[in-house]
């Protein structure tokens, strides 16, 4: 298990997003679209923290807020103290030294008509580098700390593997040494074995550079394993939030509930009593509610009158997690918490197969 | 399933230009296109008497070839290869002036409304249309009417009404360059926008706009020399390709032949910038486009050649009666190949599986395992040239190899249905729900139009959708993804199939959706007796509706057993790795077990056990001999020489546990 | 089990249908009857307002012209007054266009006769030819395109050279050998000359073929290259291959699944090429001297007969406003998402 004691919770947070919102314009005839409702997040030096949710939860669109890639409409986001809310080109190249990203899609984040050393060099001059060979060196220190040849600095991208293009990435985004890495679903668009070795990478590369990540992902498998702590979203606002074993042992939203009993567990036992789970669980959609109610009130099966009239407030847990939601305190049974504790250390090939590829 | 073919076909070099050199075609155009500015520079200097010959010498007029006079003479008795040649200048000049105007307003402008989108895009796109109804040619004549017999003006005129396609082209080409994540990084690591035009965008556009200006300039020659023609931009004796045409229609009776060498000239230079788009085109979408998928005409001549086909096929259906409670499907040695520059390419290699009437079973595997193709080659829909070389797929007692197109057509769809990874392009977008529904219905179960319309709501309540008759009036693109898989599954089910393929269902849905849509399968598995067979990457997919699951490596057939002993006890150490590579079952923050290597491709399959090279308990007798699939116990086969060490380690890790 | 999902996508059209305007901007005909409207009155706005301004540049001014070097200097400030080109630019562009709105161009200068009578009397020359020409492109051009797209083999090669040799070859140029041909050698057809359909049915589409054929041969080539490349697309789309894995037969797939999906990008064509169709009546009514807009519009440029230049101008571009239109209802027609999005 990930001990939170390795993380410097004491120190500053290196970023610190308050009361973030990002609001879409989507044409004259459309109202605006708030992807972004309100949500307030840290990470510090050398911790993980990560993002997970369903697709159009605002997930993605938080990190391209730290990014500088979405209209922020209100709220404050401050790296290592420094405000970057509104960050301009200058500002922008002075913390991407500190900020960078990897995104999903690894055929889209490296331009098909520039070699590979072109781009991992991009950031350095970016950065004002100018001795070639200085570049060169440091192009090849990344490629190979990623496992790549060096030989692949002069080869076009159309060469590579989907994998092998994740890792030409992560290169892409270590090349200044930022502090904090943001990763967009980095191994979504991957196969199951070539994401092992994109999440085990990733975790060596956070101890040797002292790395935080901001790891987003639909997939809670994938963020539970990298992440210290974890943050649900839903429909642009934060659900629950708290210690990642905490969240996933007892989870005290109710959508967070839903979100881990509807992933199907790979082990046909264990998943047939999920499934009992997810059926008593299951419930029809309630009539919409108005603006100021919980987002999640209207598929929410224990949802009460005053959960369609005023929206939550994050809450403190004996756990230590914070949900926003009313009723937590009355859903706190036996029976629904302890949801995912078990199921883990259960699991047969978990020791003697590790040793497969060593 | 094409990728396969280009991924093999690896592209050398991205120097566009250089592969352009290589092409013959393309050398013929551009050499052509340079011998014809070199006329235009040089013959008014050669024949510097002809821009101003009234009349030539009037006894040798009208004459056809000569020695003296190749191309004849025309009416005024002057040489007409002269007058063609020197009236290339003014031709060329009218298309350089145009085209320095369109280019000059057009890749700006183009570039600034695709990467900054906003207002000016706004204001671009709305005058851009403008500019596409109003008629140019008039608008030419106008300003024509007060700059008398004005080259330049006509062509900036035409230049100007012309650019807004190339604004328009490059729009659309910057646009989703603009989006891609490339350049987000780019604007992450804080490069000025000059530098991301100039590097990351104008490289990636480049191809589309020089095809769309060669274009374009074969336009600008058409509309110059129609002026010409029409005597408005060029002073009386002087020649232009257009003129001498005019010329020609005038003598039509007397001299028929003189229309034809400024024709053939403006022709040429025509076909010269339209090959050369078109080879330039060719030659940017292998350069970085890579693996795009081009449709082959061979692939919709499929469609077509098979509405010819009248009879054809051998039938073989029921030559031997199967007994019923044997497997509903049963593959055996299905193999399938494409046909390659190096020969046929082996991509499946003798699949061999069964599903029972009511039973589900899952196809699991990772990219380029063959899953999907193995799947699609069951309804005879395989793309990309593939085909189906041995083995025997029986449906029902019949063997669907070899059969007719046509007789295909009569198990899709009715007896076999099929769902696929992405329902919402999977219905025409064009059609209402309940329109595409009817139309299966009426084909499968010869229903009429009104009972179809009863019968397609029906079915949509058989998926469980809320207010069926509602979303049966919904075109495509108003449901959501939840919705549109419901929807696919109805259609599946509209010819009462006994089989269902399901080509990873839920692989583009939300987990909570994917829940639901996972219930309904079962069910209709469970209540309807409907076998499955589930095509899917995910083990925890497989693990939640399976009761039997079929392993695929690199096109094979790795492993087959039942549900709970393929995930406690795995016989195949490919199966074993991957289920070990899922985070879903290790310690947080544990170094994962992975599996080294890549997947090798088609072609460079080993000859033994394809997963050897990868594999940690791999001996040299995995690749002396082809491996065959071995059974542990009756229910299990495994295509691997070491289960037993397998097994054992797995025992000893229920030793461990207890 | 029912979700979120699917409620909120059956909620939404209704919330998008309440926010509209209007009850009967709610008839999708009737908005892309009126976006097309709107969207005419700036461009005969700018058209006119382009023109009339390029107009007043011509060195030394109408009554110049009119009067001829000859005339006298009171003659001509007289002229100047009675053609309002005393005062200032814009008050003589907004009496033109007064004027304009109720249907009056002015008088043309060579002529001296209403520029509208002048253009009335030979609209149905052009729009005969206009009319014709984007049948004959409808039909041959998507007939042509989906052959193409169907068959490999001699017969699409032989529409793919076909299409290639109408884009290189002028209009102008191909008349010339079609009159060669059929007129000067077989004398099966008029080599010049208009009918109109009062007259004859049968002489008007005689003299309508050959101009027919030299201008809508472009257009041809550019809708049947446009089909087949819209063809070939939606053949390879997933929903072909679902309702090709239904059973539905090919004949079927093309004609009803592919066709009409196809038939929205024919249609932007179609409304590029009618646009150009327009431009090349200019050159065929000179070749076959037929009585048009286009060959006026020629003579007129001769003469720097300005007032009837803009006005037929204004007569084209209302052409293209109507023309587009008729493309728009088509598109909303074959494509419901323009309807609903």
């Known amino acids: 298990m990930i001990e939170n004691s390795s993380v410097h919770r004491d120190s500053r947070p290196l970023l610190e997003v308050r009361d973030l919102g990002v609001v879409y314009k989507l044409g004259r005839r459309r109202p605006p679209l708030q992807a972004v409702d309100g949500v307030s997040l840290s990470v510090a030096p050398r911790e993980t923290v990560g993002i997970v949710g369903e697709s159009g939860s605002g997930k993605s669109t938080i990190g391209r807020a730290i990014l500088g890639l979405a209209p922020i409409d209100r709220g404050t986001i401050s790296l290592a103290g420094d405000d970057i809310t509104h960050a301009g080109y200058g500002q922008r190249r002075k913390i991407s030294a500190d900020l960078q990203v990897i995104f999903q899609d690894p055929y889209s984040s490296l331009n098909p008509t520039r070699t590979i050393g072109q781009t991992l060099s991009e950031s350095l001059i970016a950065q004002g580098h100018r001795s070639r060979s200085e570049i060169e060196a440091r192009v090849a220190t990344m490629l190979h700390r990623v496992g790549m040849s060096e030989d692949a600095a002069s080869k076009y991208p159309n060469r590579f593997s989907g994998g092998q293009r994740q890792r030409i990435a992560i290169a892409r985004a270590l090349m200044t040494q930022p502090r904090l890495v943001i990763c967009d679903e980095p191994t979504s668009a991957l196969d199951l074995s070539v994401q092992a070795q994109i999440l085990n990478l990733m975790r060596e590369l956070q101890d040797e550079f002292q790395l935080s990540y901001l790891f987003i992902a639909h997939d809670l498998a994938v963020v539970r394993h990298l992440s210290h702590r974890i943050i649900v979203v839903y429909k ?40 009992e789970l997810r059926l008593s669980d299951a419930s029809e959609a309630r009539a919409p509610s108005g603006e100021n109610a919980c987002p999640f009130a209207s598929r929410c099966p224990h949802a009460v009158a005053i959960c369609r009239t005023s929206r939550p407030a994050l809450e403190e847990t004996p756990e230590g997690s914070s949900v926003a939601c009313h009723r937590w305190r009355d859903l706190r049974t036996p029976a629904t918490t302890a949801v995912r504790n078990n199921g883990i250390s259960q699991v047969p090939q978990s020791s003697p197969s590790n040793s497969i590829g060593a | 399933m094409s990728a396969i ?80 040649l020197v009236g290339t200048r003014v031709t060329m000049v009218g298309v350089v002036e145009g085209m320095v105007v369109v280019l000059a307003l057009g890749v700006p402008l183009g570039v600034i409304a695709g990467y900054f989108g906003g207002l000016p895009d706004r204001i671009l796109t709305w005058i851009s249309d403008l500019t596409f109804s109003i008629p140019g040619l008039i608008v030419i004549l106008v300003v024509l009417s007060i700059f008398k017999a004005s080259l330049l003006a006509a062509m900036i005129t035409f230049g100007l009404l012309v650019s807004p396609h190339l604004i328009r082209l490059v729009r659309s080409a910057t646009l989703p360059v603009s989006r891609e994540l490339y350049i987000e990084a780019a604007r992450v690591s804080g490069l000025s926008r000059f530098y991301i035009l100039r590097h990351h965008v104008l490289p990636r556009i480049a191809g589309p706009i020089i095809v769309q200006a060669s274009f374009l300039a074969a336009a600008i020659l058409l509309v110059q020399s129609g002026l010409a023609y029409l005597n408005l931009i060029i002073e009386a004796p002087a020649p232009s390709w257009g003129g001498m045409i005019a010329e020609g229609l005038e003598n039509i009776s007397s001299q028929p032949w003189l229309i034809w060498p400024p024709g053939i000239a403006i022709g040429l230079t025509m076909l010269a ?64 190949s494409v046909s390659s520059p190096g020969g046929e390419l082996t991509i499946i290699e003798g699949v061999t599986l069964d599903v029972r009437v009511g039973e589900t079973v899952g196809l699991v595997g990772e990219s380029g395992s063959g899953k999907t193709m193995t799947a699609m080659a069951i309804l005879g829909l395989l793309t990309g040239g593939a085909q189906i070389t041995s083995g025997e797929i029986r449906f029902a007692g019949r063997n669907l190899v070899g059969l007719s197109e046509q007789q295909l057509r009569r198990i899709r769809g009715s007896e076999i249905g099929l ?161 070990s590579s899922n985070p879903h079952h290790a310690i947080p923050g544990d170094v994962l077990p992975t599996i080294p290597g890549t997947v090798p491709k088609p072609g460079a399959w080993p000859v033994g056990c394809h997963f050897q090279a990868r594999c940690r308990l791999s001996t040299t007798e995995c690749g002396e001999a082809k491996i065959p699939m071995l059974q542990p116990t009756d229910e299990r086969e495994t295509r691997c020489l070491h289960f037993r060490v397998l097994a054992q380690e797995s025992e000893l890790v229920e030793v461990t546990r207890s | 089990m029912t979700s979120l999902d699917v409620n909120v996508a059956l909620q939404q059209p209704q919330v998008r249908r309440g926010s509209r305007i209007g009850g009967l901007l709610r008839d999708p005909i009737a908005q892309v009857i009126t976006r097309r409207i709107l969207f005419a ?95 004959v492109t409808l039909i041959v051009g998507v007939t042509l395109g989906v052959l193409s797209a ?48 009062d007259d004859s049915v049968a002489d008007w589409l005689r003299s309508l073929v050959l101009p027919v054929a030299a201008i809508a041969l472009a257009s041809v080539a550019a809708v ?71 060959s006026i519009a020629v003579s007129a440029t001769y003469q720097q007969d300005v007032p009837l230049v803009v006005g037929v101008t204004v007569y084209f571009t209302i052409l293209v406003v109507i023309v587009n239109l008729i493309v728009d209802l088509m598109y909303t027609w074959l494509d419901p998402r323009v309807r609903t999005a």
Request: hydrophobic share 45%; with cysteine; aromatic share 6%.
């Open chain 1, 236 to 275: 642009g606002q934060v659900m629950e939030q708290g210690a990642s074993n905490t969240v996933y042992s007892f989870p005290a939203h109710p959508y967070t509930r839903a979100l881990l009993s509807a992933v199907p567990v790979p082990d046909p036992v264990e998943q047939g009593s999920w499934r």
């Open chain 2, 5 to 84: 073919t280009t991924a093999t076909e690896a592209i050398e070099s991205p120097n566009a230009l250089r592969r352009l050199f290589r092409r013959p075609l393309a050398l013929a155009c551009i050499g052509y296109l340079l011998l014809v500015i070199l006329v235009a520079i040089l013959a008014p200097v050669i024949w510097p008497g002809v821009d101003h010959e009234q009349a030539g010498d009037l006894i040798r007029a009208r004459q056809g070839s000569t020695p003296d006079h190749w191309f004849g003479t025309d009416a005024l008795g002057r040489d007409v290869l002269q007058r063609l």
């Open chain 2, 273 to 336: 910038f339209l090959l050369l788009s078109d080879q330039i085109r060719d030659v940017g979408v292998e350069t970085w486009q890579g693996p795009r998928r081009r449709i082959r005409r061979k692939d919709i001549t499929q469609v077509q050649a098979a509405a010819l086909r009248v009879e054809g096929g051998r039938s073989d259906s029921g030559d031997d009666g199967s007994p019923a409670e044997v497997a509903l499907l049963s593959m055996e040695g299905v193999r399938v």
């Open chain 2, 419 to 579: 769902i696929s990874q992405e329902p919402m392009v999977g219905f025409n977008p064009v059609f209402r729900i309940g329109t595409q529904l009817e139309d299966t219905l009426r084909l499968h179960q010869g229903m009429t139009r009104r009972q179809a319309r009863v019968a397609a709501i029906d079915l949509l309540r058989r998926v469980r959708l809320p207010d069926p008759a509602a979303v049966a009036r919904r075109y495509p693109h108003e449901l959501s993804g939840g919705m549109a898989q419901r929807v696919a599954i109805a259609r599946a089910l509209s010819g009462n199939p006994t089989l269902l393929i399901a080509d990873e269902p839920t692989t583009a849905l939300d987990v909570t959706v994917q829940a639901e849509i996972l219930e309904l399968l079962r069910e209709l598995a469970h209540d309807e007796r409907m076998a499955i067979l589930l095509v899917s990457h995910d083990w925890g997919v497989i693990a939640d509706v399976c009761d039997r699951a079929v392993v695929m490596y690199a096109g094979q057939v790795v492993e087959r057993a039942g549900i709970i002993p393929i995930f406690r006890e795995p016989m195949h150490p490919y199966t074993a790795a991957l289920l």
């Open chain 3, 41 to 135: 009155i700036p461009l005969l706005f700018v058209v006119s307002a382009l023109s009339f301004v390029l107009m007043r540049l011509i060195p030394g001014d109408p009554a110049r012209q009119i009067l001829g070097p000859s005339g006298s200097p009171e003659a001509y400030a007289a002229l100047r007054e009675q053609l309002g080109l005393d005062l200032p630019l814009y008050q003589q562009y907004w009496d033109w266009l007064q004027n304009a709105v109720q249907g009056n161009l002015g008088t043309s200068i060579f002529r001296g006769e209403s520029v509208v009578d002048i253009l009335n009397q030979r609209l149905p020359v052009t729009f005969s030819l206009l009319f014709l020409s984007l049948l």
């Open chain 3, 150 to 197: 169907v068959r490999g083999g001699a017969t699409g090669r032989g529409i793919d050279v076909l299409s290639q040799l109408g884009f290189i070859l002028p209009s102008f140029w191909v008349a010339a050998v079609l009159v060669s041909i059929f007129a000067v050698q077989l004398r099966l057809l008029p080599a010049v000359g208009y009918v109109p359909i």
């Open chain 3, 224 to 294: 049947a290259r446009q089909t087949r490349e819209a063809m070939l697309d939606v053949l390879g789309s997933e929903h072909i291959r679902m309702a090709r894995a239904n059973g539905i037969p090919p004949h079927r797939i093309l004609l009803r699944y592919a066709l009409k999906p196809a038939g929205t990008r024919v249609m932007t064509m179609l409304g590029l090429e009618a646009v150009s169709l327009l431009g090349g009546t200019v050159f065929i009514e000179s070749v076959f001297a037929m009585p048009g807009l286009g």
